[in-house]
């Protein structure tokens, strides 16, 4: 076996190693966030003491990343209105756990959508699950087109527009949002900081 035919053998190993996926699998997958779902709270508690308490505070947590639509703490439900997920733009808001999706969010309309549940625990204490459901916008055509408008300064710089409203127009078309699955990152970013708030 000469030089040539073991160094262009190496050469022919070696690019196959550096490729790309393959067509089958053109995106590498990520492995989901390690973490329990639902977790357990006031394991040691007695009775419905500390029913009320935990309802409570994680109300006030998902408060803090969804506006409350809706809550009742005899099923042990809250039910957080649809919030549009923050991009690279709004990095203070809170709703992209990622790089990835904070730039999903950036380039394209997501919401999320949260459901809470809080239930007694058989062993004891509280079983409390978070479901985050992602949610991408179906637009037909762009908002608004940025590029390739010419601006004239011949036309006044103030034009009324009057909009006459007519009561029997057809509604508008309520927006279509297309399920993209639950965002687990997202979901354990708010157990932990349940977990890390309820002793």
């Not at 809550?71 to 997920?85: D, F, L, M, R, Y």
């Not at 078309?173 to 354990?188: C, F, N, T």
Request: glycine share 8%; with cysteine.
């Amino acid at each position: 076996m000469n030089r040539k035919t073991w160094l262009s053998g190496l050469l022919v190993c070696l690019a196959g190693c550096v490729s790309t996926p393959g067509l089958h699998n053109p995106l590498p997958i990520t492995a989901a966030p390690e973490g329990e779902n639902p977790i357990v709270l006031l394991a040691g508690s007695a009775g419905g003491e500390g029913y009320q308490p935990a309802f409570e505070r994680v109300l006030t947590i998902l408060n803090d990343y969804f506006d409350i639509g809706y809550s009742n703490t005899n099923q042990g439900e809250i039910v957080c209105v649809p919030k549009i997920a923050p991009g690279f733009e709004q990095p203070w808001k809170r709703g992209s756990p990622d790089s990835r999706q904070r730039l999903l969010a950036t380039v394209h309309t997501y919401r999320n959508r949260c459901v809470a549940q809080l239930q007694p625990n058989e062993q004891g204490g509280y079983l409390v699950s978070i479901l985050v459901y992602r949610e991408l916008l179906d637009s037909p055509r762009p908002y608004s087109i940025i590029s390739g408008i010419s601006v004239f300064r011949d036309n006044p710089t103030v034009e009324r527009q009057y909009e006459i409203l007519d009561v029997s127009a057809p509604p508008v078309e309520a927006a279509i949002w297309i399920p993209k699955g639950r965002d687990l990152a997202l979901e354990q970013e708010i157990l932990q900081k349940i977990q890390s708030h309820i002793k």
